[in-house]
C-alpha cells in the first residue's frame, strides 16, 4: 500500500512521528539498555503491572505500533520470537541501530499496524504499550489483533486512562485539571494541534469492541503513580495528579473465538 492509499489518520500519524522520532532515541536506547520489565510513565515493574505473561519463552508475538523496539527486544531475551511492526520508518531507523548494538535480530515492518501482512492465526500474543494502543482506530486495529492472534492467544495494551482523557486540556502543554473537560459520551478520536491523531474509548465501548471480535477480557489494571514518585517528564502525567486518579490503563484480553 502506497502513502497515498494510506487512511488519512495514518498518514497524519506517519509525518508526526517521523517527525519527532529523533525526541525518543535517548529514551529508546534507556528502555533497550533495562534488563527489568516496566511499563508506562512511571516505569511501574511487571510485577506490578503484569502486562506480560509470566512465561513468553517459545512464543510468536507481534508488537503493534513498536517504535524503537524495546518491548519486542524483552520479549527476544525472554525466549520469545517477536515481530515489530511501526508506522513510522525514523522510529524503525532507531529500532535497527539497536537491533545492532544488542545483538539482537527479529523482524521490523514498516507499515500500518491496522493492516498488518501476515496470514491469520500467526501469533500468540500481540501487545501495544502506546503504539497501536492510542494511536490506531481501535475499530480497526482491534479486529486485526483477532485475526493475527491463535485461538487461545492473549492480546495486552497500554494507554491513557479514560480519567485522563477526559481531564487533559486542548493545549497539550498545560497539566490534566481535577475537573472533567470533554463528554466521555461518543470519545472516539482525538486531533491535537501538533497534528497527532490519537483514538481513545470509553470502557464499556472498549469491552463491547473487544467481545465483538471474539476477545474475553481478562483484566484491566489502572495505573496510579507510586507513592513518592516524582514527577514524570511527561505534562499529562504530574505526580500529584496521578496518585489520585489513575494515569493509564492496561487492558488484557484472550481469543477465545
Not at 93 to 113: I, M, S, V, Y
Request: aromatic share 10%; hydrophobic share 40%.
Amino acid at each position: 500500500m502506497t502513502t497515498e492509499q494510506l487512511p488519512e489518520h495514518v498518514r497524519a500519524n506517519r509525518e508526526y512521528w517521523d517527525g519527532m522520532a529523533d525526541q525518543w532515541v535517548a529514551a529508546g536506547e534507556r528502555s533497550w539498555a533495562l534488563n527489568e520489565v516496566t511499563w508506562g510513565v512511571f516505569s511501574v515493574p511487571q510485577a506490578e503491572v503484569p502486562l506480560l505473561p509470566d512465561d513468553v519463552n517459545g512464543l510468536d508475538t507481534i508488537e503493534l505500533g513498536c517504535g524503537t523496539g524495546y518491548v519486542s527486544s524483552w520479549l527476544a531475551r525472554r525466549g520469545a520470537r517477536p515481530v515489530g511492526i511501526d508506522n513510522s520508518s525514523e522510529q524503525l531507523r532507531t529500532a535497527r541501530r539497536l537491533q545492532q548494538e544488542h545483538g539482537l535480530d527479529f523482524p521490523l515492518l514498516h507499515g500500518n499496524a491496522e493492516a498488518v501482512p501476515y496470514p491469520d492465526q500467526s501469533f500468540d500474543l500481540a501487545v501495544s504499550e502506546y503504539g497501536a494502543a492510542i494511536w490506531c482506530d481501535p475499530y480497526r486495529w482491534i479486529p486485526e489483533a483477532a485475526r493475527l492472534l491463535r485461538p487461545g492467544g492473549r492480546l495486552a495494551f497500554l494507554g491513557n486512562s479514560v480519567v485522563s482523557m477526559l481531564c487533559a486540556p486542548e493545549d497539550e502543554s498545560e497539566k490534566p485539571t481535577e475537573r472533567m473537560l470533554r463528554p466521555q459520551r461518543d470519545m472516539h478520536r482525538f486531533t491535537w494541534d501538533d497534528g497527532g491523531v490519537e483514538f481513545h474509548l470509553g470502557h464499556g465501548d472498549m469491552i463491547r469492541l473487544l467481545r465483538a471480535n471474539g476477545f474475553e477480557v481478562e483484566d484491566l489494571i489502572e495505573i496510579f503513580a507510586p507513592e513518592g514518585a516524582p514527577d514524570s517528564s511527561f505534562h499529562y502525567a504530574p505526580a500529584d495528579w496521578s496518585r489520585q486518579w489513575p494515569v493509564e490503563e492496561v487492558w488484557k484480553a484472550r481469543k477465545v473465538s
